[in-house]
């Protein structure tokens, strides 16, 4: 079936550097993707979103790049700091045969950054 | 801003037992979910309320029922708990206006456990 997935579980980065996670969807009729950040405890928090007619969308401090040739999405953390320690997860929106809109979530990306 | 919230955090059930879990938001917004999360897993959908008065079933929605009580408030009930959904439960809501894409916004989840 199409899902959404992760390429790494776990990214372990030092404080200060850029962090690139990545993502790969194979369901080619999604047409929207988010960014979420989870904290240990909470629920998760909207990062960014992109619409598939766009290639590139900026944030504060973030970039999601959405390549749909090869049906890939990152998320780049630019001068990853202690407070961005969390999983990551990718979500694709695609609208089923009834109209309703679904969101499918990959299994996350733990990012851990170093002091 | 209270966002999305929900209420028990943290419930303990005997196999066979009923409960309800309750979730409010004041965004106004239109649609409202329930997921489930397991260890090391993403989210997937119970089920969804595109607007007040209506519900639609979701990836997993076995054992469960839900209630559009009004605009704000979408609740989960249990109506017979197995061990099988000792789980992280998440409620979310979005603004979905027409055909547009909007992200959906998290509370902090309810975590439960059946014995």
């Known amino acids: 079936g199409e899902s959404v997935g992760l390429h790494l579980p776990t990214l372990s980065v030092q404080e200060g550097d850029n962090s690139i996670i990545n993502c790969a969807y194979s369901n080619s009729a999604s047409d929207y993707f988010i960014w979420y950040k989870q904290e240990s405890g909470k629920g998760p928090q909207f990062i960014i979103d992109i619409r598939s007619n766009m290639d590139k969308r900026q944030g504060q401090r973030v970039t999601v790049l959405l390549n749909k040739t090869v049906k890939h999405l990152s998320l780049q953390i630019a001068a990853t700091q202690p407070g961005d320690s969390a999983v990551y997860f990718c979500a694709e929106n695609i609208r089923g045969d009834t109209g309703r809109r679904a969101l499918t979530f990959g299994s996350g990306t733990r990012l851990q950054v170093q002091p | 801003n209270a966002g999305v919230t929900q209420t028990p955090k943290f419930q303990v059930l005997k196999t066979g037992q009923s409960m309800t879990l309750q979730c409010a938001q004041d965004m106004n917004h239109n649609s409202m979910y329930w997921y489930r999360q397991d260890p090391g897993m993403g989210l997937r959908l119970i089920y969804y309320s595109a607007s007040e008065g209506t519900t639609d079933k979701g990836e997993v929605p076995n054992g469960y029922n839900v209630s559009r009580l009004n605009k704000r408030e979408f609740s989960l009930r249990l109506e017979s708990a197995a061990p099988s959904q000792t789980s992280v439960y998440f409620c979310?809501?979005?603004?979905?206006?027409?055909?547009?894409?909007?992200?959906?916004?998290f509370g902090d989840g309810t975590r439960l456990s059946i014995l």
């Open positions: 979310a809501s979005s603004l979905d206006q027409g055909n547009s894409n909007q992200p959906q916004h």
